[in-house]
């Protein structure tokens, strides 16, 4: 099969970034990096002085994350540096939550009643209308520094008490800035900033659990463990952390949540357990663009953790799990009663926003006129946003469009999926 070309290189800051993690430790300036439980558990403990990380459910998923990315994410030297700051910081987080909820114990008492949640594949147009809700009062959404810190620091009733400003921002913003310099691309396949309406992904990967690590390390036997668990205690965690968040935002506990992530589609049953009376919003795509496209957002963040990364391998792994979550969700969507959901497609925003948003509207009973002015400064200040447009291929990736279609072939007939015709030279898409 004649290639289009191959992913884009990582940037000469992580080659940099590597040389100097590799340097110091032949020098002695920078200890071994440790991924054992025990180890993170107790440098977790010794930092916060606190002991209760709240329901031991997540030792389990972190076991098999250990094992896997010792034994499988051939990480790089500042890899293995980052894996440790983010578990770490995961777990600190965890010890921290409990610290809140038991020092403020109404704040697992706040309801969170009727959520609206988008469920849709990866890059399918999902953080666009989530964006759009959001930009809508009568909602309350998480913001991009609480998705990455949505735990509180113990000097937080300062920032409550007016007496000093929340460092979770300046944390936010100094690690975009890290990540610009990893990978430039990343403005592009997901514009964002600290105070932009983010997904709840960070939430349920404080358990140690789903699909936030699968796009950072390549971890085969942890992403098939995960398939093969119920997820219900991540959920329930998540969902107190976002009590947790609207407590800190001195939210209305009135306001229904905005909720989005590509996680939910392997995990409805989950979901609808802890959010039992949700409204669902389903998107669709071409999954040509949505398998090109999560490879493309996959080997750009692996290839920065491991030197040892494969396009082939990328889009394999890929197209069986964008096959995996609508097969998935198909399958939940069975028991959902049609009243709850509605269906949007990529094509339908891209054509009038404004009147897909009406008709979403219509079904959550709500007047669209007053966010609509808010709708329309989001999207001008999308397009000044998104400096460039997101390549990707999926001959890049190693995979015929015709078998990706054959795949999804039964998804395309049921739901009416748009398809696109082919564009020599790679993709352009927004998502």
Known sequence: MARTGRPLPRTRFIGALNHAVAGARRLGLLEPVSLEADELLAHARRETGLEDFGDTWFEQPMAVLLRSAREEARLNPAGEVAAAATLHHLLRDRLLAQMWFTRHPEILARPLRNPVVIVGPMR??????????????????????????????????????????????????????????????????????????????????????????????????????????????????MANLLRLVGWSQQESSLRPWILKTPQHMLDLPALLEVFPDARLIFTHRDPERIVGSAASLAWNQTSIYSDDVHPDAIGREWLRKSGLMIDRMRAARQAIPESRMIDVHYEEVERDWGATMRRIYAF?????????????????????????????????????????????????????VHIAAPAPGGLRARA
């Open 124 to 237: 399918s147009g999902t953080t666009r209308l989530h964006r759009l809700l959001a930009s809508d009062r009568r909602f309350a959404h998480l913001r991009s520094f609480e998705t990455i810190s949505p735990v509180p620091r113990p000097e937080f009733t300062e920032v409550l008490a007016g007496g000093a400003q929340d460092f979770r921002p300046v944390l936010a913003r100094r690690i975009m800035r890290v990540a610009r310099l990893a990978n430039p691309r990343t403005l592009s396949i997901h514009p964002t900033g600290p105070y932009e309406p983010e997904e709840e992904l960070g939430l349920i990967a404080a358990s140690l659990y789903g699909m936030k690590f699968e796009t950072q390390w390549q971890v085969p036997t942890y992403a098939r463990w995960c398939e093969n668990r119920s997820a219900v205690p991540a959920y329930r965690h």
């Open 364 to 416: 959550l009973g709500l007047d669209p006129a007053p966010a609509m002015p808010a709708m329309a400064r989001y999207m001008q200040r999308s397009a000044a946003l998104k400096h460039t447009p997101h390549e990707y291929s999926l001959e890049a990736f190693g995979l015929p469009r015709e078998e990706v279609h054959e795949r999804f072939a039964d998804y395309i007939s049921a739901f009416g």
